[in-house]
């Protein structure tokens, strides 16, 4: 191990060198970058941008990764947080969450508990991190990035290994005693034992069918790098106690025990996933990206950088994969998960033994406010009469007014806005308890069967 990070620190002290010297050119002025922190759905002052040519885009297309964290052409943020660059070493831009104290880490170990292949490629668009861009100063508040790729990556190759590990044909060469396998390297035979008058020995040149392939190892490397990450975390350790992932990395250790991490930088990196199974690109495309959060280096696995990569995470992506988590531990197989609609469109969730559409909305001032609910009403009614989400709820159109239901966060610190749609609702928050959720959820007084209810956040407390 030491003789591999030895290695590595050496092949990328150049690369890091030139980073800096590169950072350091571009900073010649000796002014620091300006850092601009915001929250979600705050707005940047007009003045802060008054010098820079930034041309806003908002939301991207469906899934899709954000530019500039998705702020709008009114310099609004949205539902995107993380950090990103306006112009490189010069401005850059900080989004925070709204709802102080938010526990990422309980809400990316439920997520991962869902534990398809489908619900895994979508939570794979959750969040993203560009590793060829200069770090950020970044708030505390955001640190949680390195252990929510940990967590991520667990759960992928957890998901991997229970399918069995994939083996291919290898070239290796070997100088064997007494035997001979696949062809004579004659060069090297005679190097290494003809002309050493070691006449027991045979270099040879073979292919075998192994699962010690150099996927595999890589696998295996990216593994070792969550494991150390995690034991020198108690805090992590601690939250992660009472989920699956402690049982889960027992089972990869023992699954990848004969496999070597004997995989050097530049296999990495080019190593090319185009032939692999989706599983495996999964899997690949993670550990890449671990490894490259630690320079490669296993020895650095336990700090946590102090500045961050630019990167973003979808919070309302992110709370529809937490609040399915839920819906799905107490409802098991009644609850299915974006069910699909004509015209490219999907709702959230269905629940079927009650024939109900329920839809998240990250939006927390629903706890006081009905501000912007006709647009989501609008949207729901649709869903509720697209033939394919009723055939999926065994419904047809004659089967009568199908129930609605909004999911939104709890968020007390919000106060409500002026110029609300209709009047704000008691509100009630869910308790997953198995029991039907319509008794549980509050009726909007003004339309026909639709209802709200919270699901609040995790958090970690006023001193978290």
Same mark, same amino acid.
């Given at each position: 191990?030491?003789?591999?990070?030895?290695?590595? =620190?050496?092949?990328?002290?150049?690369?890091?060198?030139?980073?800096?010297?590169?950072?350091?050119?571009?900073?010649?002025?000796?002014? $620091?970058?300006?850092?601009?922190?915001?929250? =979600?759905?705050?707005?940047?002052?007009?003045?802060?941008? $008054?010098?820079?040519?930034?041309?806003?885009?908002?939301?991207?297309?469906?899934?899709?990764?954000?530019?500039?964290?998705?702020?709008?052409?009114?310099?609004?943020?949205?539902?995107?947080?993380?950090?990103?660059?306006?112009?490189?070493?010069?401005?850059?831009?900080?989004?925070?969450?709204? +709802?102080?104290?938010?526990?990422?880490?309980? +809400?990316? !170990?439920?997520?991962?508990?869902?534990?398809? %292949?489908?619900?895994?490629?979508?939570?794979?668009?959750?969040?993203?991190? $560009?590793?060829?861009?200069?770090?950020?100063?970044?708030?505390?508040?955001?640190?949680?990035?390195?252990?929510?790729?940990?967590?991520?990556?667990?759960?992928?190759?957890?998901?991997?290994?229970?399918?069995? /590990?994939?083996?291919?044909?290898?070239?290796?060469?070997?100088?064997?005693?007494?035997? !001979?396998?696949?062809?004579?390297?004659?060069?090297?035979?005679?190097?290494?034992?003809?002309?050493?008058?070691? !006449?027991?020995? !045979?270099?040879?040149?073979?292919?075998?069918?192994?699962?010690?392939?150099?996927?595999?190892?890589?696998?295996?490397?990216? /593994?070792?790098?969550?494991?150390?990450?995690?034991?020198?975390?108690?805090?992590?350790?601690?939250?992660?106690?009472?989920?699956?992932?402690?049982?889960?990395?027992?089972?990869?250790?023992?699954?990848?025990?004969?496999?070597?991490?004997?995989?050097?930088? #530049?296999?990495?990196?080019?190593?090319?996933?185009?032939?692999?199974?989706?599983?495996?690109?999964?899997?690949? %495309?993670?550990?890449?990206?671990?490894?490259?959060?630690?320079?490669?280096?296993?020895?650095?696995?336990?700090?946590?950088? $102090?500045?961050?990569?630019?990167?973003?995470?979808?919070?309302?992506?992110?709370?529809?994969?937490?609040?399915?988590?839920?819906?799905?531990?107490?409802?098991?197989? =009644?609850?299915?998960?974006?069910?699909?609609?004509?015209? %490219?469109?999907?709702?959230?969730?269905?629940?079927?033994?009650? %024939?109900?559409?329920?839809?998240?909305?990250?939006?927390?001032?629903?706890?006081?406010?009905?501000?912007?609910?006709?647009?989501?009403?609008?949207?729901?009614?649709? #869903?509720?009469?697209?033939?394919?989400?009723?055939?999926? /709820?065994?419904?047809?159109?004659?089967?009568?007014?199908?129930?609605?239901?909004?999911?939104?966060?709890?968020?007390?610190?919000?106060?409500?806005?002026?110029?609300?749609?209709?009047?704000?609702?008691?509100?009630?928050?869910?308790?997953?308890?198995?029991?039907?959720?319509?008794?549980?959820?509050?009726?909007?007084?003004?339309?026909?069967?639709? #209802?709200?209810?919270?699901?609040?956040?995790?958090?970690?407390?006023?001193?978290?």
């Amino acid at each position: 191990m030491e003789t591999i990070d030895n290695q590595i =620190e050496s092949l990328t002290t150049d690369n890091h060198v030139a980073s800096e010297n590169i950072a350091t050119d571009a900073c010649d002025a000796s002014l $620091q970058p300006t850092i601009i922190q915001i929250q =979600e759905h705050d707005k940047i002052e007009n003045n802060t941008l $008054q010098n820079y040519d930034i041309k806003f885009e908002g939301n991207p297309e469906y899934m899709g990764e954000p530019k500039y964290l998705a702020i709008d052409a009114n310099l609004r943020a949205s539902f995107y947080i993380g950090a990103s660059w306006l112009k490189k070493h010069e401005l850059a831009v900080v989004v925070t969450p709204k +709802m102080p104290n938010i526990n990422f880490v309980d +809400m990316f !170990v439920a997520a991962l508990e869902v534990d398809t %292949r489908n619900e895994s490629d979508y939570f794979a668009k959750c969040y993203g991190i $560009q590793f060829d861009e200069p770090t950020i100063e970044a708030d505390a508040r955001l640190s949680q990035l390195t252990p929510m790729l940990v967590l991520h990556y667990i759960s992928v190759l957890h998901r991997l290994a229970t399918r069995g /590990l994939r083996r291919n044909y290898i070239t290796s060469e070997e100088n064997l005693k007494a035997k !001979v396998k696949g062809r004579i390297m004659l060069g090297r035979h005679l190097r290494q034992n003809v002309f050493q008058q070691r !006449v027991d020995r !045979v270099f040879c040149q073979y292919q075998e069918f192994t699962d010690d392939t150099p996927e595999n190892r890589l696998l295996k490397r990216a /593994l070792l790098f969550a494991e150390q990450f995690i034991d020198g975390k108690s805090g992590l350790r601690h939250k992660i106690e009472s989920t699956d992932i402690p049982k889960h990395l027992r089972q990869l250790k023992s699954k990848f025990e004969h496999i070597s991490d004997d995989i050097e930088p #530049y296999q990495i990196q080019h190593l090319s996933t185009n032939k692999l199974f989706r599983d495996y690109r999964e899997a690949i %495309r993670v550990a890449k990206m671990l490894l490259r959060r630690f320079d490669y280096s296993i020895a650095k696995a336990t700090s946590e950088p $102090q500045k961050t990569l630019p990167f973003w995470i979808d919070m309302a992506r992110l709370y529809e994969m937490y609040v399915y988590s839920k819906l799905s531990a107490a409802y098991g197989s =009644e609850i299915a998960f974006q069910v699909k609609g004509h015209f %490219r469109t999907a709702v959230d969730f269905i629940k079927r033994d009650e %024939r109900i559409i329920l839809d998240t909305k990250y939006k927390p001032h629903y706890e006081d406010s009905n501000r912007g609910i006709i647009d989501d009403i609008r949207e729901m009614s649709g #869903y509720a009469r697209d033939t394919s989400i009723l055939h999926a /709820l065994g419904a047809t159109s004659d089967s009568g007014e199908i129930k609605c239901v909004i999911i939104y966060p709890e968020q007390r610190i919000f106060k409500p806005e002026e110029g609300e749609d209709v009047a704000a609702d008691d509100c009630r928050e869910i308790i997953f308890n198995g029991q039907p959720i319509i008794p549980q959820s509050s009726k909007i007084k003004q339309f026909n069967s639709f #209802y709200k209810i919270s699901v609040p956040l995790p958090t970690d407390g006023e001193n978290g």
